[in-house]
Structure formats: structure tokens, C-alpha cells
């Protein structure tokens, strides 16, 4: 293993600059003039316990917070243009079995375009089961280099979430705390539009000249 590809890989920069210049920007650019349709997609792990916020004072004090550690997972694919979320939830583990289900609802939406999902390096988005479908369903598959979050549009809402219903705030149950995230989701397009619309833009850190140590 040479020392250059391991000093480019822990610089992050070989996918900002490689995936925006050769496929994603292109394909943004036909979202925008309404010739294909394309989705962010990736996994959220929303854990019941303690997301604490700020807090300030002059004595000892207790904070409630969930107990357990329950797992309420979220498979999204979000709209680059429209920001309309299509969801697969479990409270197990997502899989590929999850991530067929969501190619399956993306298809059955019957746009009469083109479709692009987005995805990250994730092993199971990238195994002969998940590939096969896509192809079946005339979806393709961009995936991201590794390292490179930013690029993820999607993940900007998983972010927006946790501000919206975790920080400083408690839970009794599972119930409750998978209930406050299925109402956030649910109100993206009323109550949470402007400000996600403001969030959800197309402003990605790509890096134009990069340099590795050998």
C-alpha cells in the first residue's frame, strides 16, 4: 500500500472534485430544466437517549433523558428539485432488502422521466440485489466516492431533524420519540418549507485543486 493513496484518501479530496464535475452537477442540470428527475438518498439512525442543547446554571441539576437505546431508522430518498421525501422506516437495520423497497416506491411515483438516485458508498446500496432492480426499473444508480457527506444533499434534513426534535428535549417512549420524528418529516412541505427550501439548496464544497503527500 502506497503512502499516497492513504494520504488521498484522508484528505477527502479526490471525490468532491472527481463526482460534481463528471456526473452529479450534469445531472443537477437537468433536474433544473425539467428533463430528469433526481434523489438524494441515504440512512438515518435516530437513538432514543440524550441529545442535550445549552444550559447554563449556578447548582446541580438533573436532566431527564430516553432510556434504552432503540433505534428508529429512516431510508430516504429526497427530491433535488421539488424536496418531496419518499421513506422506507424500520426499527431494526436497513438493508438491501430497504433499499430495493425504496427504488420500488421511487418507480411507482410513474414519473415520465428519467430518474437518478444518489447514493453513498454504503455496502449494502451497492450489492448485485439493489443493482439488478435499479436496472429492472430504469433508475440510475450515482454513487458518491467515499469521504464525501457534504455532497449528500439529504443529509442536510437528517441534520434539521435532530435540531428539530432531539436537542434539549425528552422523551418518555419510543413511541413518542418516533411519533415527534414522523410529524417533522410530515410537515417539510408546510410548516418547515421555507426554511428547508433556504436549507436545501445546491451549494456544494467541491475542491477545484488539490495536492497529495507522497
Not at 410548516?191 to 445546491?202: A, Q, V, Y
Request: some cysteine; aromatic content about 10%.
Amino acid at each position: 500500500m502506497s503512502s499516497s493513496r492513504g494520504s488521498a484518501r484522508q484528505s477527502g479530496c479526490r471525490s468532491p472534485r472527481s463526482i460534481p464535475q463528471k456526473k452529479l452537477e450534469p445531472r443537477l442540470e437537468e433536474a433544473k430544466a425539467g428533463t430528469r428527475a433526481v434523489f438524494f438518498g441515504d440512512a438515518a439512525h435516530f437513538v432514543l437517549g440524550a441529545y442535550l442543547g445549552f444550559l447554563w446554571c449556578f447548582e446541580r441539576l438533573f436532566v431527564k433523558t430516553g432510556a434504552g437505546r432503540q433505534r428508529f431508522n429512516l431510508l430516504g430518498a429526497l427530491n433535488a428539485v421539488t424536496h418531496e421525501l419518499i421513506t422506507v422506516t424500520n426499527d431494526d437495520y436497513i438493508n438491501s432488502k430497504n433499499v430495493c423497497d425504496l427504488l420500488r416506491k421511487l418507480a411507482a411515483l410513474g414519473l415520465n422521466l428519467p430518474v437518478t438516485l444518489v447514493l453513498d458508498n454504503a455496502r449494502y446500496q451497492k450489492c448485485a440485489l439493489v443493482r439488478d432492480l435499479a436496472q429492472e426499473l430504469q433508475i440510475e444508480l450515482l454513487y458518491l466516492t467515499a469521504y464525501s457527506p457534504n455532497l449528500n444533499l439529504i443529509e442536510r434534513l437528517g441534520k434539521f431533524v435532530k435540531k428539530q426534535c432531539f436537542y434539549s428535549i425528552y422523551y418518555a417512549d419510543f413511541t413518542a420519540f418516533k411519533k415527534a420524528i414522523t410529524n417533522c418529516l410530515d410537515q417539510c412541505h408546510t410548516t418547515h418549507k421555507e426554511e428547508l427550501d433556504s436549507l436545501l439548496t445546491w451549494r456544494f464544497q467541491s475542491f477545484k485543486k488539490i495536492k497529495t503527500v507522497t
